[in-house]
């Protein structure tokens, strides 16, 4: 028996018993909650100490997070309908809505994950190398078994409820080049009504023959996958060239065309993470000025570019990615695990540059937001930089959403934006009990939970309103 099938036999086992809600401290029996996916038109108020942030704290300081020390929020259909404090709202809820009560905790937007890779979750905490021996030597090979169709939607199954299990809500996927890869993702994603951007990797050279298509074939697969997927319900595709050294002229081109053609698509890719993989793309792309200059020949760069690292960049790369509207992905974990270098988070504000987190698994370590914000301090403190406890729950919600230019929908609780949240337990282990127990602010309180929160203290994870995990 394989992994995937282990895990689909013992799935449901585990889900049932790692239910938070069959111990709710709510005035309705289990029974009852777990009929609010059934009766979405319900409303269902969810007390806890509330945080979410409308603003960029580096622009708008203190008034950048809204903090209900008591608060309710409130859903209906799937949505927002307000949130606010508990003695304000409490008195105007009708008799029948359901209420759930997780005094103690906090409750947050969904974290949002703007770079990681489905299709390599059984090599996480691989013995590290440099990228291109790391990539030959472990991702490749993960990857080549994904041909399997039934590998696959076992692998995205795993890979989705991990996501959820770590408080991720949406994420930003890098499939492999096999479109049944693609298909069994956005198949488990829709399941389970995440926000889930992907795309089938693009890459004709320089890579295993088991895993390159054709630029004919690239474009005619992708084409057909954003027929079939794109737009569907909270799906959306990104053209995905792996990165420009694995794919040629040709299909760099018709990625671009492919990329502008269509309204609403992504395009994602990886960019100036290591300096030789910047010297090696520099010497298969003659006569450009940078690594980013690739990309913008072939029409890649604009709104909706989401770039992977972005380490060694220049200045007039970061101003022509942000008059562009495109995005960065900070991706820290990976970036310390292969040695590639302190990504610039200061000198992107300068610019005006949208930046997202991203775990990067698998060469990122964790599927954990607040594990991944834990390596980004560190990654800021060794470049001479800080990463305040607002500024880095900002950059795991509302900043991850705007880098994928999806504020309008999700990243905060703003009245209309749609109810993916999560409820994080400050005590949810005998260390963080005991450090909590010496804070005295909110700031203090999430830095902690940024320093050594991990899945343990994401005791709920909520999609669409719905319990996810």
Known sequence: MSIW??????????????????SLPCPYSTRNIMRIPTDPSALLAVRGEIIHFIDDPAERGAGACVHFPDGLLLVRDGHVLNCGPTA????????????????????????IDTHIHCAQTEIIASHGEQLTVWLEKYAWPAEAHYADPAYAAAGAGFFCDQLLRHGTTTAMVFTTVHPVCTDALFEAAHVRRMRMIAGKVLMDRNGPESLRDTSAEGDAQSRALIEKWHGRERLAYAVTPRFAPTSTEEQMRRAGRLFGEIPGVYLQTHLAEQRAEVAWAMWLYPGTRSYLDIYERFGQLGTRSVFAHCIWLD??????????????????????FLGSGL??????????????????????????????????????????????????????TLGGARALHLDAHIGNFLPGREADFIVLDPRATKLLE???????????????????????????????????F
Request: proline share 5%; hydrophobic share 45%; charged share 20%.
């Open 343 to 396: 990504f610039d988070l200061a000198r992107a504000h300068d610019f005006g540059l949208r930046v997202g987190l991203g775990s990067d698994v698998g060469a990122g370590t964790s599927f954990s937001m607040l594990q991944t914000l834990n390596e980004a301090y560190k990654v800021l403190r060794l470049a001479g930089q800080t990463l305040t406890p607002e500024a880095g729950f900002y950059l795991a």
């Open 5 to 22: 099938q282990t895990y689909f036999a013992q799935r449901v086992v585990f889900r049932i018993r790692e239910s938070p809600l069959l």
């Open 88 to 111: 304000e709202l409490e008195p105007a809820l009708p008799v029948d809505a359901c209420r759930i009560d997780y005094s103690g905790k906090l409750i947050l937007p969904g974290f």
């Open 434 to 468: 005991a450090r909590i127990s010496h804070t005295t602010t909110l700031a203090e309180r999430l830095f902690v939970l940024m320093m050594l929160g991990d899945d343990r203290c994401v005791a709920a994870t909520y999609v669409m309103g719905d319990p996810a």
């Open 315 to 336: 200045d007039k790369d970061r101003h022509r990615m942000a008059t562009r509207g495109a995005a960065i992905s900070f991706c820290p974990t990976s970036n310390l």
